[in-house]
């Protein structure tokens, strides 16, 4: 069963240094997105992309954060200066947007599919 | 804006015990429900999503509007459940997922 994969799982960086997340989707999958974990807080959304652009960002996703799809397999997230409060649990998920069933009318709902995460460390 | 509020950090249950992880919502609109799960060291894996109304590894989860609940339930809980279990919230088709804080349940003998 194909899966997201995410480099490195553990990034150690020191403060003020850029850093960037690797992500592989899934294949077939369109959408894209990046989530944060802080230590001891629950699952926060940072920025979805589709088409090549971004199609939402939350607050935590300022000026310091960038994404990319430099290649047709690849989606990266970059943060240029990182700051101690960067650290947490990095997950990328891919989804294919669901589907709309014809004869039936059934919709299957869109499902995210998470990456196993990478581990940022900001000394 | 979208919430959800998941009231209990740890449930410990017995193995063969019922168990129930609650979630509630608010959302204005229509949302789509899910419950992901994540095994110790392993990713965030999607466990249910309201809309296909399954049971999966005998876990079930209906959504009630009235009460803006989506509560996760096993009628006899085995030591293989023991994990990290999150609910979240969809407003449409490729839309953020809103996540709850999650409950650890431990299962015990």
């Known amino acids: 069963e194909p899966e997201v994969t995410q480099t490195p799982s553990h990034q150690v960086t020191q403060m003020g240094q850029e850093v960037i997340l690797r992500c592989v989707p899934i294949?077939?999958?369109?959408?894209f997105y990046w989530y944060r974990q802080i230590l001891g807080q629950k699952v926060e959304f940072l920025v979805s992309?589709?088409?090549?652009?971004?199609?939402?960002k939350s607050e935590i996703f300022d000026d310091q954060f960038s994404v990319e799809r430099p290649d047709g397999s690849n989606f990266t997230l970059k943060i240029r200066s990182t700051k101690l409060e960067d650290s947490a649990m990095y997950f990328c998920?891919?989804?294919?947007?669901?589907?709309?069933?014809?004869?039936?009318?059934?919709?299957?709902?869109?499902?995210?599919?998470f990456g196993p995460g990478t581990r940022l460390t900001v000394l | 804006a979208q919430r959800v509020t998941q009231p209990e950090k740890l449930l410990s249950v017995f193995k063969g015990a019922p168990v129930e992880l609650k979630c509630n919502y608010s959302?204005?609109?229509?949302?789509?429900l899910f419950w992901y799960v994540q095994y110790s060291r392993q990713r965030l894996q999607l466990l249910l999503r309201?809309?296909s109304r399954e049971s999966i590894k005998g876990f079930t989860a209906d959504l009630n509007k009235g009460e803006t609940s989506f509560h996760l339930k096993k009628p006899f809980a085995q030591e293989e459940d023991s994990a990290m279990y999150y609910c979240?919230?969809?407003?449409?088709?490729?839309?953020?997922?809103?996540f709850g804080t999650g409950t650890r349940l431990q299962v015990t003998l």
């Open positions: 998920a891919s989804s294919d947007g669901g589907r709309l069933g014809t004869a039936s009318g059934t919709v299957e709902a869109d499902t995210q599919y």
């Open positions: 294949s077939n999958h369109l959408y």
């Open positions: 992309f589709y088409n090549n652009e971004i199609s939402e």
């Open positions: 959302y204005s609109g229509s949302p789509e």
């Open positions: 309201h809309i």
């Open positions: 979240a919230l969809s407003t449409g088709t490729a839309s953020k997922l809103t």
